[in-house]
């Protein structure tokens, strides 16, 4: 059987950033295959935020530094392949630990800011891909299982600063990971459960979809799963690229009347196009999405927010465009996005999505970034990234931040 390759998120990632090839450890027993491979990062992260109130001009501004992890957590794989009857089967596990806490006490992991005892989950190992799949390039491909998305998956295995930190770097405390571009030109994709049929390759064209796990976003009960789909064409020659669409759309519903606030049944959907092409070297990238009842996707995450509960639904769109080019071992790229919720919302309290009173919030953000590979396993970062939100806050607030990270990761 041709080995496959190990995890595919991150050697998408590093394909995206230009780094090398994963170095997995492998090993075979009897018609077993083992792949162990993984990451570790770490960022000195400087933010400054200020936030000014609009109908006043008065302003308030706090500079924190902070040791984090970038936009990836640490991350180790062990994945078994074997073939058996004219399937190839694959079995992924993951575990995403990181070296982020919100401990006061200086050496402890843990904090408990409250006093209660309760330990913070996200300062534990999050298990992030779970699953098996089978199938052969004749008729294509199942997984069950918890695993990467399809709605917004390939914006953000492109984006550069997935080997950084990018902005929205305060979230990296209690998470393992920063923000990334997320919430500034896309949404998060997440890793869901799944059940998911992927096409075999078809000269360059490739299409996945799948039943996914809901979530009670508007409504108490979830008759059906949420489901995701996508496409896309790859081509090579002197001047590669790619293109790709993608839908989401999940639906909510009251299990009895007057049990729910509004409509009885509420929808969700999302769409995406994309495309990135290589030019010597020189990679550009353009992407677009529009989503409505979707969730904040100044926020990022997808189902959270995205209706005010009477059955009015926000609208949100969102464009992300970045520019590389590559000396030698060094990489150096910008990129720009913005998105913005309309009407629908209500919000939630702290940071960029904060509750506002008003029916518009847009979040804009670019960054600048140089990617060093000082071998094959490691790759050194700095950034400057540049964060503006729009109408934040009931009190008519806007936010502008700065962040400046330097830092390093390793795959192996």
């Given at each position: 059987?041709k080995?496959?390759?190990s995890v595919r998120?991150?050697l998408l990632a590093?394909a ?6 994963s170095?997995?450890?492998?090993f075979?027993h009897?018609?077993?295959t083992m792949?162990?491979?993984g990451t570790i990062n ?6 400054q935020?200020k936030?000014?109130?609009i109908?006043?001009?008065a302003s308030?501004?706090?500079?924190n530094?902070?040791l984090?992890?970038g936009l990836?957590?640490?991350w ?5 392949t ?9 079995a992924h596990f993951?575990?995403a630990p990181?070296?982020?806490?919100n401990?006061?006490v200086?050496?402890l ?8 005892g309760?330990s913070d989950?996200f ?5 992030r891909?779970?699953y098996?799949?089978f199938?052969?390039k004749?008729?294509g491909s199942?997984?069950f299982?918890?695993?990467i998305?399809l ?8 984006d550069m600063t997935?080997l950084?930190v990018?902005?929205t ?5 209690p998470?393992?990971?920063t923000?990334g571009m997320?919430?500034h030109?896309?949404?998060?994709t997440?890793?869901?459960?799944q059940?998911t049929y992927?096409?075999?390759?078809m000269g360059g ?5 799948g039943?996914?796990q809901p ?5 108490d009960?979830?008759k059906?799963?949420?489901?995701q789909?996508?496409a896309?064409?790859d081509w090579?020659g002197?001047t590669p690229g790619?293109v790709?669409?993608g839908?989401?759309?999940q639906s ?7 049990a729910?606030v509004?409509?009885?049944d ?9 495309g990135?092409?290589?030019?010597g ?9 529009t ?7 100044t926020?990022?995450a997808?189902?959270?927010?995205g209706?005010d509960?009477?059955?009015?639904k926000?609208?949100?769109?969102g464009y992300?465009l970045?520019?590389?080019y590559?000396f030698g071992?060094?990489?150096v790229?910008l990129?720009?996005?913005?998105n913005k919720?309309k009407n629908?919302?209500?919000?939630i309290t702290?940071?960029a999505?904060?509750?506002s009173s ?8 670019y960054?600048?970034g ?8 490691i790759?050194l970062?700095?950034e ?10 009931d009190s008519?607030?806007d936010?502008?931040?700065r ?6 990761i390793i795959?192996?």
């Amino acid at each position: 059987m041709k080995k496959q390759m190990s995890v595919r998120p991150l050697l998408l990632a590093i394909a995206a950033c230009g780094s090398a090839s994963s170095h997995a450890v492998s090993f075979t027993h009897n018609d077993i295959t083992m792949d162990i491979n993984g990451t570790i990062n770490g960022y000195y992260v400087n933010r400054q935020a200020k936030l000014t109130n609009i109908s006043t001009g008065a302003s308030t501004t706090t500079n924190n530094s902070a040791l984090t992890n970038g936009l990836l957590p640490g991350w180790i794989n062990f994945v078994m392949t074997t073939q058996a009857k004219g399937q190839d089967i694959k079995a992924h596990f993951s575990f995403a630990p990181g070296i982020n806490n919100n401990s006061n006490v200086v050496g402890l992991p843990i904090g408990d800011p409250g006093g209660t005892g309760d330990s913070d989950a996200f300062s534990q190992i999050d298990t992030r891909n779970v699953y098996f799949q089978f199938g052969n390039k004749d008729w294509g491909s199942l997984k069950f299982g918890r695993d990467i998305g399809l709605f917004g998956q390939n914006v953000i295995l492109n984006d550069m600063t997935l080997l950084g930190v990018g902005g929205t770097s305060n979230a990296g405390i209690p998470y393992n990971t920063t923000f990334g571009m997320i919430g500034h030109g896309y949404m998060y994709t997440g890793f869901q459960p799944q059940i998911t049929y992927t096409t075999p390759m078809m000269g360059g064209f490739q299409a996945a979809a799948g039943i996914f796990q809901p979530a009670k976003f508007a409504g108490d009960e979830t008759k059906s799963p949420g489901f995701q789909a996508m496409a896309s064409y790859d081509w090579k020659g002197s001047t590669p690229g790619k293109v790709w669409t993608g839908l989401v759309t999940q639906s909510t519903s009251c299990s009895t009347s007057g049990a729910c606030v509004g409509n009885e049944d509420h929808s969700a959907t999302g769409y995406e196009l994309g495309g990135k092409i290589g030019i010597g070297n020189f990679e550009a990238l353009a992407y677009a999405f529009t989503g409505r009842g979707l969730g904040l996707s100044t926020v990022g995450a997808q189902f959270l927010g995205g209706s005010d509960g009477a059955g009015d639904k926000t609208d949100s769109r969102g464009y992300f465009l970045q520019g590389t080019y590559k000396f030698g071992d060094t990489k150096v790229g910008l990129n720009y996005g913005q998105n913005k919720d309309k009407n629908g919302f209500v919000g939630i309290t702290g940071g960029a999505g904060a509750q506002s009173s008003l029916n518009e919030i847009k979040n804009r953000a670019y960054t600048i970034g140089v990617y060093h590979s000082l071998n094959k396993f490691i790759t050194l970062v700095g950034e400057f990234n540049q964060e503006k939100v729009s109408n934040v806050g009931d009190s008519n607030f806007d936010a502008k931040n700065r962040t400046i990270s330097l830092g390093g990761i390793i795959f192996f």
